[in-house]
């Protein structure tokens, strides 16, 4: 599968654990839409991913991508310790040059 760069980062990250990381791959205007909540800034981002993988201790795995270079859809099954896992979540993103402009997660 070829995966964007900034796609690569964004996974390497969620599976290190790397909520600083993670975040980088965002532009300073990203948006992120997550159960409900939105996520504006950089700060936010890395926040929200932060609790998030310390509650349920997430790992991504990429399965499927399609895209161009200012939009794409990632399947990726997601696993951790919350009911039902593990999961396929589709991850519909905007670029922003190198950067991931919006996130929503279905």
């Not at 310390?54 to 997601?78: C, I, Q, R, W």
């Amino acid at each position: 599968m070829n995966l964007p760069e900034v796609i690569q980062d964004l996974v390497k990250a969620q599976n290190n654990f790397d909520s600083s990381a993670f975040a980088d791959c965002f532009s300073e205007t990203a948006i992120v839409f997550d159960e409900g909540k939105n996520y504006t800034s950089k700060t936010e981002i890395k926040n929200w991913i932060e609790k998030s993988s310390k509650e349920y201790n997430t790992a991504m795995k990429p399965l499927e991508f399609e895209g161009d270079a200012e939009k794409g859809n990632l399947k990726a099954e997601v696993s951790g310790t919350f009911p039902g896992s593990p999961v396929i979540l589709t991850y519909n993103l905007t670029f922003k040059g190198q950067y991931i402009e919006s996130l929503k997660i279905n």
